[in-house]
């Protein structure tokens, strides 16, 4: 009788184990004895939707000049988009963005194939109604078509850590995968999305263990006549390594092939080295090659670090990188192909920081960032500066992490994108600048304010003007009361220096009757901010 009470309750101990859910072991680590071949232990949803809605109200001193740009605004401040500084008029106005996201994974693939499409709707509050294009579509009744397409793209997992991505797709310059991390580490990591940092079509295949990730891609970014090679393609290998518990290392090598001849592109902006307006308007450098075809070869070499890029192993974090462009333009003279230029420049960036609190909020840091600059064109059939994607694209490269609002770009943005350096390049002059930032959670994990500050100098001088840019302080208050939903107020003004000196820095009175021999107004602005991140 002992023995089968023994047996009976050895019975019952083992089936209540047997029963037991691990939710928050990983699949592969749970028990997979005899019944493997069961049904999951969890059912996993097929279908998901996220979405970041952000709502703002904007008063600055700049705005675009021309009538026209009434929609999305993107590019330099002081460029061929037309904004300009006033010292008589301010703006005010609303902007509402929402990025919806969705996401099938079938469990017909058991999680091994996963479709993703994201989109955009925003507009300014009151703009237009009944019509069609996007940026548009909330003055009275609505009723406008204005769904843009971000991305739409499949993911497989053949085998334990490897990813293909196949369409529409983030294209970022870090080494992580931009589906399974969350957005302000790729813009700590890797090149921080100051030479890529857009969407591109083309396949991606990545490959991730404990201590070593890389990926390879390729990417279509211009398709012009199908049965012509006057394509504008983008190739990429990216590796990282764990050299320790703390730091990493990575490496890459992009290489562009156009053959476009400024073919395609933005609008009747155009697109490429040559464009006819797509550099006047982000801040890059323009290849003046006039009417004369060209077709170019550039390379991206560079290197990237960091250590406790999460702020979280210890109080002590920094990251940086250096990248260097190189490569050559030829053009076509009396149907010879010569040299137009030879290209090699270079782009470096340290960023360190203390965490003195306990929330990752609690952080002074210090960003330094450096292009190459060009101080003669290609008098000397060279150029000295660095290409980013933004000679491809509005906007190619959003550096977008340092903390400046006006001097370098902020991520708070919908319509409008217009700060005084756009592109690291910063048109072909280069730059040298550093930004400080000192944040505090008042209320831990509620009540944040920040305070910072940004400094320029162009490291080649454009004619009758200096090097200084000038100088930007700003802040922040932030209170989060609820989970990913927080409110925001934000402000910032910039005194310029002696660079803005020069006509060439400056938009021109041949458009809309700016005056060019007056030094522009120092920019500001501010604006208060709702944001959610819901899923």
Known sequence: MKKILFLMSLLLVTTWVLAQDYPAMPRDQRYTGVFENDLPLEHDREFQFLAFFINQGVSSNFYPKNDLLKGQVIGRLFGQNSTNTSTENQTFYFEQRLLPFFIYQPKLFDGKAILRASFE????????????????????????????????????????GWYINLGLQRMYDTPYNPYRTMFDKMLSTGYRLAYFGTDGVGVTVRHNTDHLQWKAGFYQLYESLIQENDDVSLLEFTLEKSIAQKWHWGGSLYYMRDRANGAGGVSILGQGLNATLLNAYNGTFKFNFGDKPYKADIFWLG????????????????????????????????????TGADILGVGANAKAGYR????????????????????????DKTYNGVLTGNTWGSPGSVFIGSGSYLLFP???????????????????????G??????????????????????????????GGGLYMGTEVNTKVSWTFGPFMSLEFHAAYMSLGSFFDSNDTRYGSDVNGVDNDSRPSDPWTAFVVYKWLMF
């Open 121 to 160: 709707i925003d507009w300014t509050w009151g703009d237009v109604a009944y019509g069609t294009g996007g940026n548009f579509g909330s003055a009275i009744a609505a009723d406008q078509v204005n769904l843009q397409t971000q991305n739409l793209e499949l993911e497989l997992i053949p085998a334990k």
């Open 356 to 379: 003195f609190g306990q929330t990752t909020n609690d952080v002074i840091s210090l960003d330094v960032i450096f292009s190459s600059g060009d101080d003669n064109a290609l008098n």
């Open 434 to 463: 550093a930004v400080v930032n000192a944040s505090r959670d008042v209320v831990p994990y509620k009540l944040l304010v920040k305070a910072g500050a940004a400094t320029g100098l162009s490291n080649a001088k454009p004619a």
């Open 303 to 338: 290197t990237f670090f960091d250590r406790n890029a999460d702020f979280m192993l210890d109080r002590w974090f920094i990251t940086g990188f250096a990248n260097m462009n190189v490569g050559r333009a030829l053009i076509l003279e009396d149907e010879v192909w010569n």
């Open 410 to 432: 902020h991520g708070n943005v919908v319509n409008r994108y217009t700060p005084v350096v756009a592109d690291l390049s910063n048109m072909g002059y280069g730059i040298t």
